[in-house]
């Protein structure tokens, strides 16, 4: 079974740009989260869908950030503008139908940006 | 916010010897996962506890939980050098659905 696929890997975009990330969850998993995780520190819930609807962005920066997940599966996260303290690994996870507390999690993207 | 605080930041043993690491949460929990992460393979699922569990095996993995003090710990035993990496605690809160507040991280080297 393939498992959560992000790209790019690696991202590096000065102050101001803009940049968009990709996920492509486990097949059937309709379940989709997307993770911030800062040097240090553990990873932080920007956004969660349950097919192509939004559960919960509580603590995503909506000045800038945006995410969709159009058709309930691949989702898109984009910052726009990016600040310096947008610089982290980006995180895709899913979740298997009734099986809402395994997360299982995409290799990440790393943002830098200068 | 993040819920978890993992203690100690950083663990150094030697092969063969036992880990432990604690995990102290804030608020009410449905259940409490550790993962660990490492830059070869990402952030993996380790163990899941539910609430009304005390304690849970997983292989060389053991894993407790006391609501009533809301800490947990994770123990390795016989660690190995393929156990270096960052272990992270997360918890599903009773009232917030599904998703993971992880702490900060205990970071694990295990030299041979």
């Known amino acids: 079974e393939a498992g959560v696929a992000q790209s790019p890997r690696y991202k590096i975009i000065e102050k101001r740009q803009s940049v968009a990330f990709w996920c492509n969850p486990i097949?059937?998993?309709?379940?989709l989260y997307w993770y911030q995780q800062i040097l240090g520190q553990g990873p932080k819930l920007l956004i969660q869908?349950?097919?192509?609807?939004?559960?919960?962005d509580s603590q995503l920066p909506k000045d800038r950030f945006s995410a969709e997940r159009l058709k309930g599966v691949d989702s898109t996260l984009k910052i726009q503008p990016a600040k310096l303290e947008d610089s982290a690994v980006y995180l895709c996870?899913?979740?298997?139908?009734?099986?809402?507390?395994?997360?299982?999690f995409g290799p990440g993207t790393r943002l830098t940006v200068t | 916010s993040q819920q978890g605080e993992e203690d100690p930041q950083a663990l150094s043993i030697q092969e063969g010897e036992n880990a432990t690491m604690n995990c102290s949460y804030k608020?009410?929990?449905?259940?409490l996962q550790w993962y660990r992460q490492n830059s070869g393979r990402g952030l993996v699922h380790l163990i899941l506890?539910?609430?009304?569990?005390r304690e849970k095996h997983s292989g060389r993995l053991r894993v407790t939980l006391d609501t009533s003090k809301k800490s947990s710990s994770l123990l390795i035993t016989a660690s190995r050098a393929a156990d270096t990496a960052s272990y992270f605690c997360?918890?599903?809160?009773?009232?917030?659905?599904?998703?993971?507040?992880f702490g900060k991280g205990t970071s694990l080297l295990v030299t041979p």
């Open positions: 996870a899913s979740s298997p139908p009734g099986a809402f507390y395994e997360q299982y």
């Open positions: 097949s059937g998993h309709a379940t």
């Open positions: 869908f349950q097919n192509n609807g939004v559960v919960d």
């Open positions: 608020t009410s929990i449905n259940n």
């Open positions: 506890i539910r609430s009304n569990e």
């Open positions: 997360a918890t599903v809160g009773s009232n917030s659905g599904y998703a993971l507040n």
